[in-house]
């Protein structure tokens, strides 16, 4: 039998790559990508898993190999290391004009950078084996047309640069200020004016344990809408003198302040995860992160089960092995024993048109790229037919997401069944009081599966949400409910007798490790009081004989097609992705 390294199968899914190689023989020690320049010479470590005798499922995320980085520039020969030997894998010859079809170019920072991922075989007829070649390049945004336009272009470049160097000189002096003992802790997000969701669960907790007696508070919340010349030097203030810092949504300040090896940075994401695709689970499409970007300079995140540390770890594109399954904060109060009577009351008492009847929560994620340009199609709402089908014993309240400022364009003369809630402070507390939920993408789906309530997703857009913001599963495999693509769907739906909830459990079992009021608890104690020690995955160790390649090895190493020995990723790399058998 023919112990050579084929590669049978190469699929994507996102950004991970993935082989399927067979290697007949005995068990394989490690697989690699090394340098078609220089084989053997780097190895940086692929992470494998045997499938069934004799094959291999190979993985490799593009953009969290090497070092919270993309797989660097070069090409490489994809090797399996069995006894002391490196064996390079080929690719069936006579399927090689498949390989254009496996080639991949994702396009971010507004078209003007790709990377690149495509495969071929090397150009020596004796040995033509399997090659994969990387490259991230870019263009210049291009000159303005005119003399004003350069000149304006000009002064904006001078006042950005000018005050990042501000903001940059207040941190660092600030930052001489930092406690050695590690008490100072700032609670901050840049999408939200006030304390929310899990840094205000967070918060709170410390308090209630009397932890705010032995760390100082720091705060800084601001929006697009809010931002100012003095709360940016707050923030940077702020940011220089905290030895902890509990973000809660994207941070972009981190690219220009903060210091991972001297801080701790806390990502406490507002959202659950896994059900649409954030961050490098986006690369490439609609909305990608730069390959350096905010995401990566995080010390720890936090999700809600261990089946979303790797949904997490992709998106955030830092090692799995940072990311804690603590379950999310904001779970707290909302579980707690008696809330949602005080919420009921509360809320019948301010919205006395809902009392005793049965309520539906409309509540949606916005559309756009961000706060800036958030919006929701109102106009595919028949505002009529929907009072009509509510009937006199039911309202349905409608909560716009935060990013959306204007409310919900009832007409007047059917606000006794269509309410605008969006006077209520907490998302949660309107959960709970909801006998039915309509959503689409939303991550409110979250905490109202534990609820194990009806859920209606109201998808009218779902191919073009799909198509450009993309989904980690199916959208019809993920929604724990019924699905409407149209108003009649929807519309006919509310009338049914009764609504299925028999995904939801399953979704709560997948989502929800802890289903319990101590989140928080966990957070603090996890990351915050500790610093954790990190459970990396042991480097396959470098073999003690000298490693040859089996086969024609005098050809292959003179066969290097660009001499790139790809030198920014060096064998201590090998900490970061390693073989999983």
């Known amino acids: 039998m023919s112990e050579e390294v084929t590669i049978v199968d190469i699929t994507w899914e996102r950004v991970n790559l993935r082989f399927i190689v067979d290697f007949p023989g005995t068990a394989v020690d490690a697989f690699y990508l090394t340098s078609n320049a220089n084989p053997g010479r780097t190895l940086l470590p692929v992470q494998f898993r045997p499938v069934e005798a004799d094959r291999y499922e190979l993985t490799i995320n593009v953009t969290q190999f090497n070092r919270r980085a993309q797989v660097p520039n070069g090409t490489y020969f994809l090797v399996a290391h069995r006894r002391g030997q490196l064996h390079p894998a080929n690719f069936p010859l ?31 007829e004796d040995a033509p084996f399997f090659l994969m070649r990387t490259y991230a390049f870019g263009r210049s945004a291009g000159k303005p047309s005119s003399q004003v336009a350069k000149m304006k272009s000009k002064l904006r470049k001078k006042w950005t640069n000018s005050k990042r160097k501000a903001l940059r000189g207040v941190y660092k002096v600030a930052s001489k200020r930092r406690p050695a003992e590690g008490n100072n802790i700032l609670f901050a997000s840049e999408a939200r004016p006030n304390m929310q969701g899990n840094l205000k669960a967070v918060h709170d907790r410390m308090i209630e344990r009397g932890l705010d007696q032995d760390y100082n508070f720091g705060y800084s919340f601001r929006t697009g809408r809010t931002s100012s010349r003095q709360n940016a030097l707050n923030l940077a203030w702020q940011m220089g003198k905290a030895n902890t810092i509990l973000i809660d949504d994207y941070f972009a300040v981190l690219n220009d302040l903060g210091d991972r090896n001297q801080q701790k940075i806390i990502q406490l994401w507002h959202a ?18 730069n390959l350096r970007n905010a995401h990566r300079l995080y010390s720890y995140a936090i999700c809600g089960s261990q089946h979303l540390r790797d949904v997490y770890s992709e998106a955030f594109g830092i090692e799995r092995e940072s990311v804690f399954a603590t379950g999310l904060p904001r779970i707290d109060g909302f579980l707690r024993e008696g809330r949602a009577e005080e919420v009921m009351t509360e809320f019948e008492s301010q919205f006395p048109m809902t009392k005793g009847k049965r309520k539906i929560l409309w509540a949606p994620t916005f559309r756009g790229r961000g706060s800036g340009d958030a919006h929701y199609d109102y106009d595919i709402i028949d505002f009529q037919k929907l009072y009509e089908a509510c009937g006199d014993d039911t309202v349905v309240l409608f909560r716009q997401h935060h990013f959306i400022p204007d409310p919900a364009p009832i007409p007047t003369e059917l606000g006794d069944r269509l309410v605008d809630v969006a006077s209520c402070p907490d998302t949660n507390d309107l959960l709970l009081i909801s006998d039915i939920l309509i959503t689409d993408y939303s991550s409110v789906i979250y905490e109202y599966a534990l609820l194990e309530r009806p859920m209606i997703f109201f998808a009218y857009d ?44 399953e979704f709560v079992s997948e989502n929800f490790d802890y289903v319990d009021t101590h989140n928080s608890d966990r957070v603090i104690d996890t990351l ?54």
């Open 272 to 289: 659950g995860s896994g059900f649409k695709s954030v961050g490098y689970s986006r690369f490439g499409q609609y909305g990608s992160p």
């Open 528 to 581: 915050v009081l500790s610093d954790p020690i990190i459970e990396t995955i042991s480097a396959t160790p470098a073999p003690d004989v000298e490693l040859t390649f089996a086969g024609k090895a005098s050809e292959m190493s003179d066969s290097g097609e660009d001499g790139n020995d790809s030198t920014d990723a060096t064998e201590d790399s090998a900490l970061m992705s390693t073989s999983t058998r």
């Open 462 to 505: 779902l191919e073009t949400y799909s198509a450009t913001r993309g989904m980690h599963r199916e959208y019809e495999e993920a929604a724990p409910g019924s699905i409407a693509t149209n108003f009649d769907e929807l519309v006919a739906l509310l009338r049914a007798p009764k609504l299925s909830v028999a995904k939801t459990k």
């Open 94 to 124: 006579g399927r090689v004009n498949e390989l254009d079809d496996c080639s991949r170019a994702f396009v971010y920072n507004k078209n003007r950078s790709a990377y690149t991922v495509t495969f071929g075989v090397s150009d020596d």
